[in-house]
């Protein structure tokens, strides 16, 4: 009886002694495995970690060198509403022109529903902020449609011509033709103001922005207004000839 309870204090008194060197084989376990952790991470050379510093990422690049920059300036028919944004006018012209071996950069300004009075109070922004060499100027359907006075539009595309040319930029002036449904009067006094404003300012005249694809209903999307892809490849075609004189004439200063 005596030997037994001798035996049973004396593993009373050393389970706390056994606990404390679990603790301590438990916290040796650790700490070589957060070693072997960062011997991992910084290698094996002994050295310390190194010191946290602010880094800065490296200004990329550029991937292409442009000779130059085109601004496409107008509404929805520049914007290229109801199709995507690489198969709008802007961006097929780039292609076009790029695989020509000009390499100059299309900047879509396009804003859908915008009036002449819109392009107008923009002009300035287009300018200072995308820089342009050229510009393709596509405004005035939705003053048109709107049945306003011909010549508030025959004053703003003044105005926005002559702003672009006080800061060098050279102008392409694509001209529009209003639907018959206002009247043949309506209709001759708009159809007069591109032409007339091109003489005045000796701009690139594009007679018809939308030549070969208005009223056609295969290269149209359903409201019979806004050209398909396919459309607008043809306006390209249409285009182009005209981007190319610009680029002549920016090329000879």
Not at 80 to 106: C, D, K
Not at 186 to 206: N, Q, V
Not at 212 to 235: C, E, S, W
Request: net charge neutral; charged share 20%.
């Amino acid at each position: 009886m005596d030997r037994h309870h001798d035996d049973g204090s004396a593993h009373a008194v050393n389970r706390p002694a056994r606990k404390r060197c679990r603790r301590r084989r438990l916290i040796n376990l650790f700490a070589l495995a957060l070693l072997a952790l960062l011997m991992g991470l910084y290698g094996c050379s002994g050295k310390q970690p190194p010191e946290k510093t602010e880094t800065h990422p490296a200004t990329p690049a550029p991937t292409a060198l442009f000779d130059g920059t085109i601004v496409a300036m107008g509404d929805s028919l520049t914007a290229g509403l109801g199709v995507p944004p690489e198969e709008a006018y802007p961006a097929q012209l780039e292609r076009r022109l790029q695989a020509a071996g000009h390499h100059y950069r299309v900047i879509n300004a396009g804003v859908s529903g915008e009036t002449s009075s819109g392009a107008l109070s923009r002009v300035d922004w287009v300018i200072e902020s995308l820089s342009p060499d050229i510009v393709i100027l596509e405004t005035g359907a939705n003053d048109g449609l709107r049945g306003t006075d011909p010549s508030l539009l025959e004053a703003n595309l003044d105005e926005i011509v002559t702003r672009l040319q006080a800061h060098h930029v050279r102008v392409i002036l694509a001209g529009m033709l209003m639907l018959p449904n206002l009247g043949p009067d309506y209709t001759r006094a708009f159809a007069r103001i591109y032409p007339s404003i091109a003489e005045k300012h000796d701009l690139i005249f594009i007679p018809f922005f939308l030549e070969g694809v208005a009223g056609k209903r295969r290269l149209n999307q359903p409201d019979q207004l806004h050209p398909t892809a396919q459309g607008y490849t043809i306006v390209v075609d249409t285009l182009l000839p005209y981007v190319l004189d610009a680029i002549d004439r920016h090329r000879a200063g």
